[in-house]
Protein backbone atom coordinates (compact mmCIF):
# COMPACT_ATOMS: atom_id res chain seq x y z
CA UNK A 1 0.00 0.00 0.00
CA UNK A 2 1.33 3.36 -0.88
CA UNK A 3 2.62 5.15 1.96
CA UNK A 4 0.57 8.72 2.87
CA UNK A 5 2.71 11.54 2.82
CA UNK A 6 2.55 14.76 4.68
CA UNK A 7 1.27 17.37 2.05
CA UNK A 8 1.31 21.12 1.33
CA UNK A 9 -1.02 22.76 -1.00
CA UNK A 10 0.07 25.46 -2.70
CA UNK A 11 -2.78 27.69 -4.69
CA UNK A 12 -2.55 29.84 -7.26
CA UNK A 13 -5.82 31.65 -6.46
CA UNK A 14 -6.71 33.79 -9.85
CA UNK A 15 -5.56 30.49 -11.92
CA UNK A 16 -8.01 28.32 -10.13
CA UNK A 17 -10.67 30.62 -10.34
CA UNK A 18 -10.56 31.26 -14.01
CA UNK A 19 -9.91 28.10 -14.80
CA UNK A 20 -12.08 25.72 -12.75
CA UNK A 21 -14.96 27.74 -11.30
CA UNK A 22 -15.82 31.29 -13.34
CA UNK A 23 -18.81 31.56 -15.24
CA UNK A 24 -20.23 28.25 -12.91
CA UNK A 25 -22.52 28.03 -9.87
CA UNK A 26 -19.32 26.38 -7.76
CA UNK A 27 -17.86 29.72 -6.80
CA UNK A 28 -18.59 29.16 -3.05
CA UNK A 29 -15.43 26.35 -3.28
CA UNK A 30 -14.31 24.58 0.06
CA UNK A 31 -11.18 24.51 -1.04
CA UNK A 32 -10.30 21.85 2.13
CA UNK A 33 -12.60 19.07 0.98
CA UNK A 34 -11.79 19.42 -3.15
CA UNK A 35 -7.93 18.32 -2.05
CA UNK A 36 -9.13 15.91 -0.23
CA UNK A 37 -11.19 14.72 -2.49
CA UNK A 38 -8.70 14.83 -5.65
CA UNK A 39 -6.11 13.16 -3.00
CA UNK A 40 -7.06 10.56 -0.43
CA UNK A 41 -3.80 9.29 0.08
CA UNK A 42 -2.10 12.41 1.48
CA UNK A 43 -2.42 14.14 5.04
CA UNK A 44 -2.92 17.59 3.80
CA UNK A 45 -1.48 19.37 6.69
CA UNK A 46 -1.72 22.87 5.30
CA UNK A 47 -3.09 24.88 2.49
CA UNK A 48 -1.71 28.33 1.49
CA UNK A 49 -4.36 29.85 -1.16
CA UNK A 50 -2.38 32.71 -3.50
CA UNK A 51 -4.25 35.95 -4.48
CA UNK A 52 -4.69 39.73 -4.13
CA UNK A 53 -7.54 41.95 -3.04
CA UNK A 54 -9.86 43.05 -6.60
CA UNK A 55 -10.98 46.79 -6.92
CA UNK A 56 -14.65 47.57 -7.27
CA UNK A 57 -15.44 48.43 -11.14
CA UNK A 58 -17.96 50.41 -12.73
CA UNK A 59 -19.64 47.04 -14.17
CA UNK A 60 -19.49 45.43 -11.01
CA UNK A 61 -19.07 47.79 -7.47
CA UNK A 62 -19.56 44.52 -5.45
CA UNK A 63 -16.67 42.24 -6.76
CA UNK A 64 -14.62 43.64 -3.35
CA UNK A 65 -17.31 42.24 -0.69
CA UNK A 66 -18.17 38.82 -2.58
CA UNK A 67 -14.67 38.01 -2.41
CA UNK A 68 -14.21 39.30 1.15
CA UNK A 69 -17.36 36.91 2.21
CA UNK A 70 -15.71 34.47 0.26
CA UNK A 71 -11.90 34.49 2.11
CA UNK A 72 -14.08 34.97 5.10
CA UNK A 73 -15.78 31.29 4.12
CA UNK A 74 -11.97 30.02 4.04
CA UNK A 75 -11.07 31.34 7.13
CA UNK A 76 -13.53 28.67 8.92
CA UNK A 77 -10.37 26.26 7.60
CA UNK A 78 -7.98 25.76 10.42
CA UNK A 79 -4.71 24.87 8.22
CA UNK A 80 -5.48 27.12 5.32
CA UNK A 81 -3.53 30.81 5.03
CA UNK A 82 -3.90 33.48 2.89
CA UNK A 83 -0.92 35.39 1.07
CA UNK A 84 -2.20 38.65 -0.49
CA UNK A 85 -0.11 40.64 -3.39
CA UNK A 86 -1.94 43.40 -5.37
CA UNK A 87 -3.17 44.97 -8.45
CA UNK A 88 -1.23 47.78 -10.86
CA UNK A 89 -3.37 49.47 -12.94
CA UNK A 90 -2.05 51.70 -15.47
CA UNK A 91 -2.93 53.24 -19.31
CA UNK A 92 -0.99 51.37 -22.07
CA UNK A 93 -1.38 51.99 -25.48
CA UNK A 94 -2.85 49.26 -27.73
CA UNK A 95 -4.11 48.85 -31.39
CA UNK A 96 -7.38 48.62 -32.04
CA UNK A 97 -8.34 45.16 -34.09
CA UNK A 98 -10.41 46.62 -36.77
CA UNK A 99 -8.80 50.10 -36.96
CA UNK A 100 -10.89 52.99 -39.15
CA UNK A 101 -8.84 53.57 -42.40
CA UNK A 102 -7.82 57.66 -41.75
CA UNK A 103 -7.98 57.33 -38.10
CA UNK A 104 -5.95 56.56 -35.28
CA UNK A 105 -4.98 52.75 -35.00
CA UNK A 106 -3.92 53.04 -31.26
CA UNK A 107 -6.33 53.94 -28.45
CA UNK A 108 -5.25 54.55 -24.90
CA UNK A 109 -6.54 51.57 -22.25
CA UNK A 110 -6.12 50.75 -18.21
CA UNK A 111 -4.47 47.88 -18.08
CA UNK A 112 -4.85 45.54 -14.90
CA UNK A 113 -2.15 43.32 -14.21
CA UNK A 114 -1.84 40.76 -10.57
CA UNK A 115 1.39 41.16 -9.09
CA UNK A 116 3.16 38.87 -6.34
CA UNK A 117 0.65 35.73 -6.08
CA UNK A 118 3.00 33.83 -8.12
CA UNK A 119 6.32 35.12 -6.73
CA UNK A 120 4.90 34.21 -3.35
CA UNK A 121 3.93 31.25 -4.08
CA UNK A 122 7.36 30.21 -5.67
CA UNK A 123 9.31 31.80 -2.55
CA UNK A 124 6.74 29.84 -0.03
CA UNK A 125 7.20 26.03 -1.45
CA UNK A 126 11.05 26.64 -1.66
CA UNK A 127 11.07 28.27 1.71
CA UNK A 128 9.06 24.79 3.02
CA UNK A 129 11.14 22.56 1.07
CA UNK A 130 14.30 23.88 2.65
CA UNK A 131 12.77 23.77 5.80
CA UNK A 132 12.07 20.14 5.43
CA UNK A 133 8.35 21.19 6.24
CA UNK A 134 6.55 18.73 4.23
CA UNK A 135 6.80 15.11 2.11
CA UNK A 136 5.07 15.71 -0.76
CA UNK A 137 3.95 19.24 -2.27
CA UNK A 138 0.85 20.27 -4.29
CA UNK A 139 0.73 22.91 -6.83
CA UNK A 140 -2.71 24.05 -8.11
CA UNK A 141 -2.46 26.26 -11.15
CA UNK A 142 -1.79 25.73 -14.52
CA UNK A 143 0.76 28.33 -15.08
CA UNK A 144 4.12 27.67 -16.67
CA UNK A 145 6.06 30.08 -14.93
CA UNK A 146 6.17 28.21 -11.50
CA UNK A 147 8.73 25.35 -13.33
CA UNK A 148 11.44 26.45 -11.98
CA UNK A 149 10.42 25.90 -8.14
CA UNK A 150 8.91 23.15 -9.02
CA UNK A 151 12.24 21.36 -10.69
CA UNK A 152 14.56 22.93 -8.01
CA UNK A 153 12.29 21.03 -5.25
CA UNK A 154 11.28 17.75 -6.92
CA UNK A 155 15.47 17.39 -8.43
CA UNK A 156 17.46 19.36 -6.24
CA UNK A 157 15.87 18.45 -2.76
CA UNK A 158 14.05 14.91 -3.91
CA UNK A 159 10.56 15.80 -3.00
CA UNK A 160 7.79 14.64 -5.09
CA UNK A 161 6.01 17.80 -6.61
CA UNK A 162 2.63 17.14 -8.09
CA UNK A 163 0.21 19.47 -9.96
CA UNK A 164 -3.58 20.29 -10.30
CA UNK A 165 -4.19 22.03 -13.25
CA UNK A 166 -7.65 24.13 -13.08
CA UNK A 167 -7.39 24.55 -16.71
CA UNK A 168 -8.83 22.64 -19.88
CA UNK A 169 -6.16 23.07 -21.73
CA UNK A 170 -3.07 20.87 -20.35
CA UNK A 171 -0.25 22.88 -19.85
CA UNK A 172 2.63 20.72 -21.04
CA UNK A 173 5.50 22.16 -19.82
CA UNK A 174 4.23 21.55 -15.75
CA UNK A 175 2.89 17.74 -17.00
CA UNK A 176 6.06 16.81 -18.19
CA UNK A 177 8.02 17.88 -14.77
CA UNK A 178 6.06 17.11 -11.71
CA UNK A 179 5.84 14.40 -10.16
CA UNK A 180 2.22 13.29 -10.81
CA UNK A 181 -0.30 15.44 -13.05
CA UNK A 182 -3.93 15.84 -12.60
CA UNK A 183 -7.18 18.35 -13.69
CA UNK A 184 -9.81 19.18 -11.52
CA UNK A 185 -13.31 17.59 -12.31
CA UNK A 186 -16.77 18.90 -12.15
CA UNK A 187 -17.88 16.00 -10.22
CA UNK A 188 -14.97 17.17 -7.41
CA UNK A 189 -16.47 21.02 -7.52
CA UNK A 190 -19.82 19.82 -7.21
CA UNK A 191 -19.00 17.92 -4.06
CA UNK A 192 -16.82 20.51 -2.97
CA UNK A 193 -19.12 23.28 -1.65
CA UNK A 194 -19.34 25.10 1.19
CA UNK A 195 -23.13 25.67 3.19
CA UNK A 196 -25.02 28.48 1.76
CA UNK A 197 -25.04 29.76 5.47
CA UNK A 198 -22.24 29.46 7.43
CA UNK A 199 -20.60 31.18 11.05
CA UNK A 200 -17.68 32.21 12.15
CA UNK A 201 -16.29 34.34 15.23
CA UNK A 202 -18.22 37.12 14.08
CA UNK A 203 -21.21 35.26 13.65
CA UNK A 204 -23.73 34.37 10.68
CA UNK A 205 -23.25 34.52 6.74
CA UNK A 206 -24.13 33.59 3.63
CA UNK A 207 -23.00 32.98 0.39
CA UNK A 208 -22.98 36.26 -2.06
CA UNK A 209 -26.14 36.30 -4.14
CA UNK A 210 -25.70 34.93 -7.83
CA UNK A 211 -23.13 32.37 -6.43
Not at 103 to 129: I, M, P, R, W
Not at 205 to 210: L, N
Request: with cysteine; charged share 20%; aromatic share 10%.
Amino acid sequence: MEAIMKTFIYIDAFNLYFGAVRGTPYKWLNIDQLCHILLPRHEITQIKYFTARVNARPSDPDQPTRQATYLRALSTIQNLSTYCGHFLTHIVKMPLAYPVPGQNAYVDVFKTEEKGSDVNLATQLLHDAHCNRFECAVIISGDSDLLMPLQIVKDDLHKPVGVINPQHIPCKVLQNHATFYKHIRKSALIKSQFPSTMQDAKGNFTKPSGW
